[in-house]
C-alpha cells in the first residue's frame, strides 16, 4: 500500500539540461513512478507549482537564466508552512556554504554531479516516504482535531445540560428556603386568627355582637389562607411546566369590564376612583388565548394596584399595536425604587422585606403573572417613580 502510494507521488523535474532530464525521468518509469511532470524554464515554477501540485521536486541547482537558489526562494514563499515538500537539488562540486543556503531555502537532500541512478532512486524514496508520513501525520492531526471538536461539543452539550441541572437544583433550593420562611408568616398568620377567633366563638361570656365580629374576621383570615394556598398551587404548576394552555376566542372587553365590576367597589370602599378605557371601535375585539389565565394575570395585577394605592386613582386600559394588544394597568400607589424593578417579578419577592411582612399577600402574584404570560406568547414590565405611582404594561399577541 505504501509502495503504491509513493509510486503515485507527483514527481517534478526543473533542470535546465535536458539530456539529465532525460536521464531521470527514463529511471523514474522504469521504477514505476506514474505522475512526472518536467521544466527547463525555472521561470514556470509557479504556473506548475498550481497546476501539478508536485509531492517532490527535482532541482537542478546551477541553471540560466535563473538558478536553484532563486528557485528555492520563490517554492519556500508559495508553499504553506504546515506543508511539507522535499526538494533533492543536485549540483557538481558545491561547496560548504552553498549548501547551507540551500538548506536556508528549502532544500531537503544533495545528489553531486555526476550522480549515481541506485543512490538517486533511493533518495528520492526516502523523500517520498517522509513526505507520505507526514500527509499521514496531517490526516492524524485532522482526525484527532476533528474528535476532539466533536468531543468538545459533547462536553459543552454536558457542561450546558449539568449547568442548567445545578441551577435548577439552586433555584429549586433558593425556592424551598423562600417558601419556608414564606409560609411561616403567611399561612400561620391567617390560620392562628381562625384557630384564635373559633375558640372565641364557644365562650358563653362573649355577645353575640362580638361574635359577629369574630366570624367576619374567621372569614377574612379563610379568603386570606385560601389566596395564600391558590398562590402557592400555581406558583408551583408553572415551575414544573405543569400548566396546560387552553385557547379559546376571548372578548377582551367583556373580561375587562368584568374585572371592572369586581374591582371598582373595592376601590371606592378604599376611597379610591376606578378608570376604565377602552377604545371605542364598531366590532368586538376578540383574541384567542386563554382566557382563564389572561383573567389571572388581569386580577393579580388590579388586585396589586388596589393593594399599594391608598389615595388617587387606577386606571385599566389596553391599545392596539401592530401585532399585540398592550394593556396598561396604572396607579398613584407607594411606588417602586429603580433597582428593586427587576426583583419584583421574581418567586417570594416584594420591594424589600418591611412591604413583606406590611402588606398580606404570598409575594408571589407578579411572579406568576410573568409565567402565566409566557406561557400564552406575551411579556410584562413596568415603569414606576418611588411614591407617585406605578404602570404595569403586559402584551398578548393578536395572532397566535
Known amino acids: 500500500m505504501i509502495d503504491s502510494a509513493l509510486l503515485n507521488a507527483n514527481i517534478l523535474i526543473i533542470n535546465d539540461q535536458e539530456f539529465e532530464i532525460d536521464v531521470l ?6 521504477q514505476g513512478y506514474n505522475h512526472i511532470e518536467t521544466t527547463t524554464d525555472a521561470r514556470q515554477i509557479l504556473p506548475l507549482y498550481e497546476s501539478f501540485k508536485p509531492d517532490l521536486i527535482l532541482l537542478n541547482l546551477m541553471m540560466l537564466p535563473q538558478n536553484g537558489f532563486e528557485v528555492l526562494k520563490e517554492i519556500k514563499e508559495i508553499v504553506p508552512p504546515d506543508d511539507f515538500l522535499p526538494i533533492l537539488v ?17 532544500a531537503k537532500d544533495f545528489l553531486t554531479k555526476p550522480f549515481d541512478l541506485v543512490e538517486a532512486g533511493q533518495r528520492i524514496r526516502n523523500l517520498l516516504y517522509t513526505k507520505y508520513l507526514h500527509q499521514q501525520l496531517q490526516c492524524q492531526n485532522l482526525i484527532l482535531e476533528q474528535k ?7 462536553l459543552e452539550k454536558i457542561n ?7 441551577e435548577k437544583a439552586e433555584a429549586s ?22 384557630l384564635g377567633f373559633s375558640d372565641l366563638l364557644v365562650d358563653p361570656t362573649i355577645s353575640a355582637e362580638d361574635k359577629n365580629q369574630f366570624v367576619n374576621l374567621i372569614q377574612s383570615s379563610s379568603n386570606r389562607l385560601l389566596d395564600t394556598i391558590n398562590d402557592y ?31 371598582k367597589k373595592r376601590a371606592e370602599e378604599k376611597g379610591l376612583q376606578f378608570e376604565l378605557s377602552i377604545p371605542e371601535r364598531k366590532n368586538v375585539l376578540t383574541v384567542e388565548t386563554d382566557q382563564e389565565m389572561f383573567r389571572r394575570v388581569l386580577y393579580h395585577l388590579m388586585d ?25 394597568i ?67 399577541p393578536l395572532k397566535s
Open 304 to 328: 396589586n394596584a388596589l393593594k399599594f394605592t391608598y389615595q388617587g386613582q387606577i386606571t385599566v386600559g389596553y391599545e392596539l399595536k401592530a401585532k399585540f394588544i398592550e394593556f396598561y
Open 233 to 263: 398551587v400555581n406558583i408551583a404548576l408553572i415551575v414544573s411546566g405543569n400548566v396546560k394552555v387552553k385557547k379559546e376566542k376571548v372578548d377582551i372587553d367583556e373580561v375587562l369590564k368584568d374585572a371592572e365590576g369586581h374591582f
Open 173 to 194: 433550593d433558593r425556592l424551598k428556603t423562600a417558601f419556608i420562611q414564606n409560609i411561616s408568616h403567611e399561612i400561620r398568620t391567617p390560620l392562628n386568627g381562625i
Open 160 to 166: 450546558s445540560v449539568l449547568t442548567k441541572a445545578k
Open 330 to 396: 396604572k396607579d398613584t400607589g407607594i411606588g417602586v425604587e429603580e433597582n428593586a424593578k427587576e426583583k419584583i417579578f421574581e418567586i417570594f419577592m416584594q420591594e424589600d422585606v418591611s412591604l413583606t411582612r406590611e402588606h398580606e399577600g404570598s409575594g408571589l402574584g407578579l411572579s406568576i403573572v410573568k409565567g402565566l404570560l409566557a406561557l400564552l406568547g406575551g411579556t410584562i414590565h413596568m415603569e414606576s417613580v418611588k411614591g407617585k405611582g406605578s404602570v404595569f404594561f403586559f402584551t398578548l
Open 90 to 106: 543536485f549540483a557538481s562540486d558545491i561547496s560548504p556554504e552553498a549548501k547551507e543556503r540551500a538548506l536556508k531555502e528549502g
Open 25 to 30: 525521468k527514463g529511471f523514474l518509469e522504469m
Open 148 to 154: 476532539v471538536k466533536e468531543r468538545t461539543r459533547e
